[in-house]
C-alpha cells in the first residue's frame, strides 16, 4: 500500500466493497491533478479518487450532533 493510501485510509479498509459502475463529469483541472498525483505515486488515478470519496464517506457517515462543529449563539434581547 502507498504512503498516500497508509495516511487517508484507515486499516479497516483494507477489505474490498463492491463497487458500482457511475458516469460523473469532473473538471478537467481535477482529473489533470488526480493523473499527475496519481503518476507519482504509481497508482491509478481512479483509484485515488475512489478512496478519496470512501474517506470522505468514512468521516462524514456519522450522526450530526457528533459531527457538528457550530456553536449555538445565545440570543441577547434588545
Do not use: N
Not at 478537467?28 to 485515488?48: D, G, L, N, P, V
Not at 478512496?51 to 464517506?57: G, T
Amino acid at each position: 500500500m502507498s504512503a498516500w493510501a497508509q495516511k487517508t485510509c484507515p486499516p479497516y479498509r483494507t477489505f474490498r466493497e463492491e463497487g458500482v459502475k457511475i458516469t460523473i463529469a469532473l473538471s478537467k483541472k481535477s482529473i489533470e491533478f488526480f493523473k499527475s498525483e496519481a503518476t507519482k505515486r504509481h497508482t491509478q488515478y481512479q483509484r485515488m479518487i475512489r478512496r478519496l470519496i470512501d474517506v470522505y464517506v468514512d468521516t462524514y457517515d456519522k450522526p450530526l450532533a457528533s459531527r457538528s462543529t457550530r456553536t449555538t449563539r445565545k440570543r441577547t434581547s434588545g
